[in-house]
């Protein structure tokens, strides 16, 4: 039930790089000066994209090492970018790619990757009484359960009734 923060490398970098970016647009194409500041660009995008491997390495490795079984929401990632309000946040967090890391790593060390179906609703549902919700837009991170009354954490309540499930 641990709960691990996004560190959003991207947003972190956002402001240098369009610095950089806006540089290297009123540069001449072909110049000298566009070569250099072209680099100064690619290395900005290497150092996020070397900063999120590390995390997602490191955080693998610490599931894998502390888990036998662990359990993944099959999300569908492809189709959640297309919302354009959430597609730099989700493309940010590499989500992909850390689930690909866990596949292979979890077989590497013979450890149970489970992957829930997407539509199974574990955030809608109450882990104490069961009853489903209507609706739960992605804004409400606490809500409270109308037949029990009790009070959920949107992603505890999920892992709840994920675990609930497997057993």
Same mark, same amino acid.
């Given at each position: 039930?641990?709960?691990? @923060?996004?560190?959003?490398?991207?947003?972190?970098?956002?402001?240098k790089l369009a610095t950089s970016q806006r540089? =290297?647009?009123?540069?001449?194409?072909? @110049?000298?000066?566009? @070569?250099?500041?072209? =680099?100064?660009?690619?290395?900005?995008?290497?150092k996020i994209k070397n900063s999120r491997t590390?995390?997602?390495?490191?955080?693998?490795?610490?599931?894998?090492?502390?888990?036998?079984?662990?359990?993944?929401?099959? =999300?569908?990632?492809?189709?959640?970018?297309?919302?354009?309000?959430?597609?730099?946040?989700?493309?940010?967090?590499?989500?992909?790619?850390?689930?690909?890391?866990?596949?292979?790593? &979890?077989?590497?060390?013979?450890?149970?990757?489970?992957?829930?179906?997407?539509?199974?609703?574990? &955030?809608?549902?109450? &882990?104490?009484?069961? &009853?489903?919700i209507d609706a739960l837009p992605l804004s409400?991170?606490?809500?409270?359960?109308?037949?029990?009354?009790?009070?959920?954490?949107?992603?505890?309540?999920?892992?709840?009734?994920?675990?609930?499930?497997?057993?």
């Amino acid at each position: 039930r641990n709960k691990f @923060s996004n560190p959003r490398f991207f947003r972190e970098n956002q402001a240098k790089l369009a610095t950089s970016q806006r540089h =290297l647009s009123r540069k001449q194409k072909g @110049s000298n000066r566009y @070569s250099k500041q072209r =680099l100064k660009v690619a290395k900005l995008h290497e150092k996020i994209k070397n900063s999120r491997t590390h995390f997602h390495h490191e955080l693998t490795k610490q599931l894998v090492s502390e888990y036998d079984i662990i359990c993944i929401e099959d =999300l569908n990632v492809k189709g959640m970018v297309k919302n354009r309000k959430l597609s730099k946040s989700i493309s940010d967090a590499g989500w992909s790619e850390f689930i690909r890391k866990l596949e292979y790593k &979890s077989k590497w060390n013979q450890k149970h990757l489970v992957k829930v179906n997407r539509f199974f609703p574990s &955030s809608k549902t109450c &882990s104490e009484c069961g &009853s489903i919700i209507d609706a739960l837009p992605l804004s409400v991170r606490e809500w409270t359960c109308t037949e029990c009354g009790c009070v959920h954490d949107r992603d505890v309540n999920a892992a709840v009734n994920i675990l609930l499930t497997l057993s």
